[in-house]
């Protein structure tokens, strides 16, 4: 959380005076999209992305792969088929730069990518990025062959000597900081000549669901993987060396970005549909049915999708997060219009995400009037009658949806710099906006609401 003097751009987040009731369509998984990508770069013939998510993060992955020599085609598909991405993988070249900018998958999934290039590849990106951990991934790679240098020592900016390709085997690794380290050695892995075996020591692991899914992709692209959950070893993953397969993949919605939305049905005792929600999925997000539950209202999953209904009331609770850390600002903004106390644990990595989000939780809750204390692991939240003011955001997309939330349910918050969203939701403002039933200017000052979103029936 780097302090600022001045806001940037205001925006006032609208004030719900009457219960949600919307259908919102929301855009394709970040994480599923970057793995795609990257899955489907190392392949040995060509995939799709069907309704890949096309926001800054997964720009800048197709960018990066692009500058690695892969041809990644955008187009548009058929009625109702949507959009496309149409993977081409090539030879992986270098010299080549990588701009991260500060996407923790752009920069933990590429670095092993570099390692099979035939040149230098240097990486860089924002400033928040050189605050990030990578340790994990570069040592990693030095022990399974590679040359890396990072001037700054296990951060960015650094370069890696792709050799053409890398021996790869047994590797350990402390993950505590970020599950992404197991998740990008494991999707090159089947690329390494020995594949890889990754064994974690240290602290508990995060983000549990995110390195599932990771298993889950390389299986689907026809990789070998043996994973704890399959009764493995704990802590210990195994990828066999051989070819991928190109996929034709549809993109499930991203269901973390579905939690404002939710959210907004729960806080004002309205109703959200979100269509398309996957019946079994590895996102964390699939976590909100139980825990919005559990914080009052109740939701159905049929045919048009998750349906979630508040009820009027917001019970506090008490929940360890750590499986889902991402989903934590959303919580803790619900956590401060409770009629109780909640305590959010296990999420002490999430002071190094795009931002220290347990700091900025803190200040900016407190900031409108909250009762917001940090723990060693999270946040306890202790509900008190809130007053607008400005929410300032760090650069980080889901404070900003935090923001908009409580401006839901308390009047004058002005969200600094919404068109942060756009890390994984450029549409953010608008889709607000239109579940609202208002229409209006987007981030980026055009016109247009509503085109993702439509009234329920
Ligand atoms: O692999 C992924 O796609 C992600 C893993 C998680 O990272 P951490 O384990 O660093 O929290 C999550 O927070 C991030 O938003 C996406
Ligand atoms: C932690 C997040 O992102 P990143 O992929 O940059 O780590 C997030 O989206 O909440």
């Known amino acids: 959380m780097t302090e600022q003097t001045a806001p940037a751009a205001l925006w006032p987040a609208p ?14 998984s970040k994480s599923v999209t970057n793995r795609g990508l990257v899955l489907a770069a190392l392949s040995a013939d060509t995939g799709w992305l069907r309704r890949p998510l096309r926001s800054r993060d997964t720009l800048l992955m197709a960018a990066a ?82 040359r890396v240098d990072d001037e700054s020592r296990g951060r960015l900016p650094m370069t890696v000597h792709g050799g053409g390709s890398l021996a790869g085997g047994t590797v350990e690794i402390d993950a505590s900081a970020s599950s992404q380290f197991v998740s990008a050695l494991l999707l090159s892995g089947p690329r390494f000549n020995q594949g890889v075996e990754v064994r974690h020591t240290g602290a508990a692991l995060p983000s549990a669901p995110h390195i599932r899914m990771t298993v889950d ?93 508040g009820s009027g009331r917001v019970r506090g609770l008490d929940v360890d997060l750590s499986d889902v850390g991402e989903l934590t600002p959303g919580i803790a903004a619900v ?45 306890r939240i202790r509900p008190r009658p809130l007053h607008g003011g400005v929410f300032r955001t760090y650069d980080d997309h889901r404070l900003a949806t935090a923001g908009a939330l409580l401006g839901l349910a308390v009047d004058g918050v002005q969200v600094e710099n919404i068109a942060t969203t756009g890390k994984t939701l450029p549409d953010f403002d608008r889709m607000w906006a239109a579940m609202l039933g208002q229409a209006g200017p987007g981030a980026d000052g055009s016109q247009g609401g509503g085109t993702r979103v439509e009234e329920s029936a």
Not at 15 to 28: N, W
Not at 79 to 96: V, Y
């Open 217 to 309: 992709m390389l299986r689907k692209a026809g990789a070998q993987v043996d994973a704890p959950e399959d009764g493995g070893e704990p802590d210990v993953w195994r990828v066999t060396p051989g070819a991928l397969l190109g996929r034709d993949l549809v993109v499930e919605p991203d269901l973390s970005n579905a939690q404002p939305f939710l959210a907004a049905a729960l806080i004002t005792g309205g109703r959200v549909t979100v269509p398309d929600w996957p019946e079994q999925t590895t996102q964390p997000g699939d976590a909100l049915r139980g825990i919005f539950t559990e914080m009052g209202g109740s939701c159905e999953l049929d045919e048009r999708g998750l349906t979630f209904t």
């Open 15 to 28: 004030f719900a005076d009457a219960p949600v009731e919307a259908t919102v369509a929301v855009p394709g």
């Open 335 to 379: 956590a401060a219009l409770a009629e109780s106390e909640s305590v959010l644990r296990g999420v002490g990595h999430l002071r190094l995400h795009e931002t220290d989000r347990l700091a900025a939780l803190t200040k900016e809750l407190n900031g409108l009037g909250g009762d917001v204390t940090e723990t060693a692991d999270g946040l």
């Open 65 to 146: 792969l692009r500058a690695l020599g892969v041809h990644v085609e955008e187009g548009v598909g058929p009625d109702g088929t949507g959009e496309f991405w149409h993977i081409i993988p090539a030879g992986l070249h270098g010299p080549a730069t990588v701009d991260v900018g500060n996407a923790g998958t752009v920069m933990r999934f590429l670095p092993p990518v570099a390692a099979l290039a035939d040149g230098p590849v240097r990486f860089d990106g924002d400033p928040r990025s050189y605050e990030r951990p990578l340790h994990g991934v570069i040592d990693a790679l030095r022990a399974l062959g590679a």
